[in-house]
């Protein structure tokens, strides 16, 4: 599976940059990835989610070319099985249909019919889930995809210190939850080991309702600080072996990149809000918007979801988060060799987001990470609007120069 989406990943890359060797080196960058060969070694959700994520967005890359139906039902089906693999991707179809059907109307294609098929399509999702989330009722007593979000939200408000926010009647538990280390260890004494956690879930929830400004402040805080995270816990490298210096540096190489994943939020987003600026015959750029969006829902869900683990977590996304990061800096280099008039802006640019890279991290404050990110993203957007025909036109003038070569 992981070798088909290294494949999978080389053609996403190269239909959005639309540069062979640009594509083949994101290609070679997921195939010599050890931190995503550690959690296929000990064959855990992480392949089967990475598989399902790029045939998803594969799907609807080929659902953008032409709006057939048939792809839209594919992706449905698609979403059904990636959801039942990881949670967090619940409202995935709700958001990329409407961001599909605003790339249709500016392309000149809505009708009646496709807004349609894609509230059918993201029907029978939500359908199909609460279909299973009925089943588990029945069975578990749980309605719900995983009892697991009751413990995590608990595990959440301990790590945020928001544990003593709690109003009456859990005010009472509090003294015994802030004794516990963490919520795993919590869930496995009375009161709090009934059932699926309900307890736990409970005392969440009520916490976060009774502070709901500070809950979102500290989710938006662990998700810029969790942006680089990146965890070998499940890679073994003998150092002894007959590979194991070779192997040592492509681990360092890997590492090297996940840190670059901090501005990767700033650079998700800026390219989803410019999918939809662009001019509608821009099709590269709207397929690197499709991208951005998937990366930055991924990033604000799992944030939101869960207290830890969060290099795992976004495995999903490595190859599209990747092809954002990697491919940005690639274009933005490119179009400075290309275009005088350009040069000095676009290496700017380039210089501007790699001293993010450096200094995000060094950053202690939440306020001025989220300046910092803000600022990128804005300063991204621009130069993508700005500079969309030229910068996403590499294609064309290569096919251009090869066919004047033929001609000749």
Same mark, same amino acid.
């Given at each position: ?14 239909? &959005? ?13 997921? +195939? ?35 709006? %057939? ?21 619940? !409202? ?35 359908? +199909? ?6 089943? @588990? ?12 979000? @009751?413990?995590?939200?608990?595990? %959440? ?42 307890? +736990? ?15 979102? $402040? ?28 070779? =192997?040592?540096?492509? =681990?360092?190489?890997? $590492? ?9 939020? &700033? !650079? ?17 750029? $709207? ?12 990033? !604000? ?11 795992? !977590? ?27 008039? %350009?040069? #000095? ?22 306020? =001025? ?6 600022? #990128? ?16 036109? #590499?294609?064309?003038? &290569? ?10």
């Amino acid at each position: 599976m992981i070798l088909g989406a290294v494949v999978v990943t080389y053609f996403i890359a190269r239909a &959005a940059l639309g540069h062979r060797w640009m594509a083949f080196l994101i290609g070679v960058v997921i +195939a010599t990835d050890l931190l995503m060969a550690g959690y296929v070694r000990v064959v855990m959700s992480e392949t089967l989610a990475v598989t399902l994520t790029l045939l998803l967005l594969a799907a609807t890359l080929r659902y953008m070319a032409d709006f %057939k139906p048939l792809y839209l039902w594919v992706m449905a089906g698609l979403t059904v099985a990636l959801i039942l693999t990881r949670p967090e991707w619940v !409202l995935m179809m709700a958001i990329l249909v409407p961001y599909l059907l605003v790339m249709a109307r500016r392309r000149g294609v809505l009708s009646r019919r496709l807004v349609a098929q894609g509230v059918a399509s993201t029907a029978v999702v939500f359908m +199909a889930i609460g279909a299973y989330c009925a089943g @588990n009722l029945v069975v578990n007593g749980y309605f719900g995809l995983s009892s697991f979000t @009751n413990v995590a939200l608990l595990g %959440k408000l301990m790590v945020y210190g928001m544990v003593p926010d709690a109003p009456a009647p859990y005010s009472s538990l509090v003294p015994m939850v802030e004794s516990y280390p963490s919520a795993w260890e919590l869930v496995l004494v009375p009161p709090f080991n009934d059932r699926n956690s309900a307890l +736990a879930g409970e005392f969440a929830r009520a916490v976060i309702i009774h502070e709901p400004v500070r809950f979102t $402040q500290n989710v938006l805080g662990s998700a810029i600080s969790s942006a680089g995270d990146h965890e070998t816990n499940f890679l073994r490298i003998d150092a002894n072996g007959p590979f194991g210096r070779w =192997l040592a540096v492509l =681990l360092a190489i890997s $590492q090297s990149r996940y840190r670059a994943f901090v501005i990767l939020p &700033a !650079l998700a987003l800026a390219w989803a809000i410019a999918g939809l600026i662009v001019p509608a015959t821009n099709r590269r750029a $709207q397929i690197m918007g499709v991208l951005g969006l998937f990366v930055f829902y991924d990033w !604000l869900t799992t944030a939101a979801g869960t207290y830890g683990e969060f290099g795992r !977590l976004r495995m999903p996304v490595n190859s599209a988060g990747t092809i954002i990061v990697i491919g940005t800096l690639f274009l933005l280099v490119s179009l400075a060799l290309r275009d005088r008039d %350009k040069l #000095i802006p676009a290496v700017a640019l380039v210089v501007f987001e790699l001293a993010g890279i450096g200094l995000l991290p060094h950053l202690t404050s939440t306020g =001025l990470s989220e300046i910092a990110l803000i600022a #990128i993203a804005l300063v991204t957007t621009f130069a993508i609007v700005r500079w969309s025909g030229p910068l996403m036109s #590499i294609e064309r003038e &290569a096919s251009s120069g090869q066919a004047a070569s033929t001609t000749g």
